[in-house]
C-alpha cells in the first residue's frame, strides 16, 4: 500500500509498504512531509511568514488553520527533471519557488496553503519523508529502502 497519496498532478516521494504500523507511523503528526513548490508570482516575505504561521483554508467544507510549518523561499530554482506536461510558458509572467515542510496532510492541503496567500502552486513536489529524501529518483524509479530508514521514522520525535 501507498503511504500518504498525491494528487495527480503532484509528483515526488512515494513510500510503498505492506507494513500497517510503518505507514500509520509515517502518517502521523510526528513526522515531516517536505515540498518543493512552484508557484504563479514572485513569492513575497510576507507570504512566507504566514505560510510558517498557518493560514485558514477549506476543508471538507469548513474552515480549518493549518498547523505553523516551515516556510522558505528558494532564490534558484531547483534542478528537478522536466516536466512531461509543460505547466505553462513565460509569456504568463514570473513564477519562484518556495519549500513548505508541515506535519499534517489534510486533502491537497500545500496547494490550498499557497493559494490562500495568493501564490496558486503551479508544480508541487513532494521530496522528503522525515529522513528519507527523493534525491535524484526519476519519476517512475523504484529504491528499495532498508530497516534503519524505517526506524528512523518510527522514531521520529
Known sequence: MSVGRLDEPSEGLLILTTDGKMSEAIRSKKVEKEYLVQVDGEITAEAIDRLQK???????KS?????PGKAKLIATPPKLPVR???IRDDRHGPTSWASITITEGKFRQVRKMTAAVGFPTLRLIRIRIGSIELDDLDAGEVRELDLTSFDSLRNSP
Not at 498557518?54 to 471538507?60: F, K, L, N, T, W
Not at 474552515?63 to 498547523?67: D, H, R
Open 54 to 60: 498557518g493560514v485558514e483554508i477549506s476543508v471538507d
Open 63 to 67: 474552515n480549518y488553520t493549518t498547523k
Open 84 to 86: 512531461g506536461k509543460k
